[in-house]
């Protein structure tokens, strides 16, 4: 194996595939990442078994030429050690050899590295994924379906599918659903050229890379769903991830339709202020802010850390219709829901200081955000 | 006390006396900024005992307003809460009030902060230091006189007198000398205003924390030395540092001046040979690079790693004088030389494969490096 790479177009897609490698596998070959090299170009994997990440650098690329292939060929290189050194390389032109089946050469100016290599037999293969049943998705609407839902999965392994965010196709409509029982957050999208109906959930974490990725335009991301792993394709990035087992429960029933109080409030005046007020919340064990009417016009978020103080402030809203209301939340899921929806106008639904209340955007109903009040003295 | 306080303003001398607050102090009311108002301005505390920065925000500045004084006093304030709610505030204007003698009440647009603060006599008092003997030095000075020199301190404290950098104050001039027995780190300059000798050892925590505070102009900064403390003072800020008692080692004799190894070479270059040679010299204990000389006109830096590889590179040299050399030494203290250096033409001068060896810069004779070499087999 032996082939000449441009050393900028080798980080970028070392940057991908990294996303892959994980420092704590128990199997050590996926410490490493597999470069194949063919007449075509160079393939670089990596994978925590979890997560497998491919990424494509092709020989010619709108008539620049990345590679120069000199002799075809498969090895598995030290991921991190191979990406540092790539990193400090001193010129842009880099040439890697592999004498004797898994002695590697990586020369670049007068800079000669000569590292053990593992044999590419030993690479696990990519999980095999009949790709016919493919549809697209913008990556900009698939970017911000993983940011407006992923936030909002269980953290801790006791129930292990809240892990993952529930993917339902359906109706030619895709809704994502990410709950940790203690909040919700939902999102839906049409799917015009979706042809069957899917019901999956996807680790969170691997929503998480997969973001890190993509890039917000509106190329079309192919994506393959199957029984045990789900595909998404770029150009010349593959990235698969295995779906959680289990029956994720049925959110439909948690989600109110009939309110006591609705408010329409500025989004980011409420989150500076929840902001603000989670600084003297810190002293409680669940960071509990409350808020109260205090007229048709104004609400007050306060709260309270007994040996330190406490923190008051006003905000007037656009409109309150129903009863008067006290109730206590949690302020870090409250800025998380605010966060994911992203507006200036937000409309909060309560049915009362005991029941969960709701949160969505005016202007765009695709978005649903849950939060589980927290009951004080 | 009652004052109004413009946000911005305040935040930047919260900056800096934050720099002297530590989250580790036994002394419960260290945790906390001294905040004394009188009808000239707000002054600012904060102390570790060990490093004590005061800060002063005068009434007026440059014909701003930056304080209206409704009503002096003094209040001892927790200073990560105090920091990150003036932080967070709403609007730039800020009025601090103090009632019942520690119910303090920060109010900035509609957000109001109720805090349980200490009482100010609580506090300790300032280093009591006779300012007649100052003596001053430009800022940019001082820093470079930090950075060239501070590196080098011992991080171990079990000779403490070398955690801390030697000012040595004679005959007009100032010689700082950290060294943590591995290697040395010199730096001289003229101090034409000061009158009296010094030789007093400074922690270098609070160097870097000076650092830290300082300006990279050449406005002066005022020093006073006294048995047990120094103390700089700038325009608007107080630094104070307790020195270290013991007796700094004499490294006049530690510094070769006969040598068989003369190189002249870039730098940087050098630098980032030894920075890719080190990606492989983790595997050994001591993070060790070799250099090799090859001939009159190149050396190669060179390192290895039994399980992973090993890395080597050619640097052609400016000039090389003396005997042929192979020596070998810590990756990590050459680059830290090397960058406190920071110049392209570098000498680097050798006393065979066992003896220290020292880099200067052929622009400037004012900085001195000293390493020891590591022995291998």
Redesign the interface.
Known sequence: MKFIIVRDRLLDALNHVMKAVSGKTTIPILTGIKIDVTKDGVTLTGSDTDITIQTFIPAEEDAKQNVTIVESGSIVL?AR?FN??VR???TNEVEIQVTNEVQ?HIRS????????ASDANEYPLLPNINQDASFPMPADLLKSMIRETVFAVAVTESRPVLTGVNWIIKDQSLICVATDSHRLARRKAKMEQVQEDYDVVIPGKSLNELNKILENTNTPVEIVITEQQVLFKTDNVLFFSRLLEGNYPDTDRLIPNEFQTTMKINGKELL??I??AS??ARGNSHNVVRLETLSEESIEISSNSP?????????SLDLCEGEQLKISFSAKYMMEALKAIGEDHVIVQFTGAMRPFILRSLEDDTILQLIVPIRTN
């Open positions: 030290q050690m540092e050194i400090k390389l001193p590697t100016g007068k800079s000669i590295f000569h590292l053990i500076q202020a902001d603000r600084l003297l040996e330190i103080g406490k923190v008051q402030e006003e905000i």
